[in-house]
């Protein structure tokens, strides 16, 4: 099963501010759509929050340490590997963490393909996208102006890895 990621980045490298997403980008709720439609996402429980439901044509695994915690909808898990065992286990091809920071943090040594959406401007935010390691190469690269639906210009890029 390939382990991706995606998100969105400013170019200082914030992806979050009080427990949202810090613009509104039309395309890239699109582009998020259309590559995650139809298969598994690994979220965190406060990026579970934000959302406030689970996102429908895929299955959500949410990741906390509450045992208590409940999510209609979704699997609940303890753990990043067992989230990922649960996706391989239901026959999942392709596997999507999408955040928040602390989730990417820790699942970036797995990941091997990269969705990223690079927002070109400088952000104001609490919360910061991860070092991304060693060996990653651009495949691909496609740039977007700002305009009504779109707070920022961006580019959107997909990395991969050996």
Known sequence: MLISAIVAISKNNVIGRDGHLPWHLSADLKRFKAITTGHS?????????????PLPNRTNYVLTRNANFEAPGCTVCNSLAQAVESAQSAGESECFI???????????PLVKKMYVTRVESDVDGDV????????????????????EKNDFPTVFE???RD
Do not use: C, Q, T
């Open 128 to 147: 910061f996208f991860p070092e991304w390691g060693e060996g990653w190469r651009k495949v691909s690269e496609e740039s977007f102006p700002a305009d």
């Open 98 to 108: 999408i955040g928040g920071a602390a989730v990417y943090r820790e699942a970036m």
């Open 41 to 53: 996402i690994i979220l965190g429980r406060k990026n579970y929050d934000d959302i406030g439901r």
């Open 158 to 160: 997909v990395w991969e």
